[in-house]
């Protein structure tokens, strides 16, 4: 099993970046695609962005393609998600979470994903 701890939340203004960190520990990194998801207060876990084991394959939705990029560092076993162009939309807590282990092309299907961090709260004034 692999273990994950997200970091980099806060509150920001209409227009500011944050970027978002997973940490992972346990089982070898390289072993999961992993992907990002939010959920606002009174709304379903939405899919925000995902990304193969190596780091060649990324998918986004369309709420924040353009704005947002993920992105991952095997040797220090972290994921990322650079968030630019911030709104008050993209309030939300946000969760890594990785799929299953050897699991090829990731899914943005949030019931799939084996693993879950605690979430970290992103907060976008205007």
């Known amino acids: 099993q692999v273990q994950l701890i997200e970091s980099g939340g806060g509150l920001v203004q209409a227009g500011d970046s944050l970027r978002l960190s997973c940490a992972a520990s346990?089982?070898?990194?390289?072993?999961?695609?992993m992907g990002w998801f939010r959920q606002a207060p009174g709304k379903e876990r939405e899919f925000v962005a995902d990304?193969?084991?190596?780091?060649?394959?990324?998918y986004y939705s369309d709420s924040v393609k353009g704005r947002f990029t993920i992105s991952r560092d095997n040797a220090k076993k972290t994921a990322y998600l650079q968030m630019n162009s911030l709104t008050p939309e993209d309030t939300a807590v946000y969760y890594c979470?990785?799929?299953?282990?050897?699991?090829?092309?990731?899914?943005?299907?949030?019931?799939?994903?084996?693993?879950w961090g605690q979430g970290t709260q992103v907060t976008v004034s205007s």
């Open positions: 990304i193969d084991t190596t780091g060649s394959y990324t």
């Open positions: 979470a990785a799929d299953r282990p050897f699991s090829g092309v990731p899914t943005t299907t949030a019931s799939l994903y084996d693993v």
């Open positions: 346990g089982r070898p990194f390289n072993w999961f695609a």
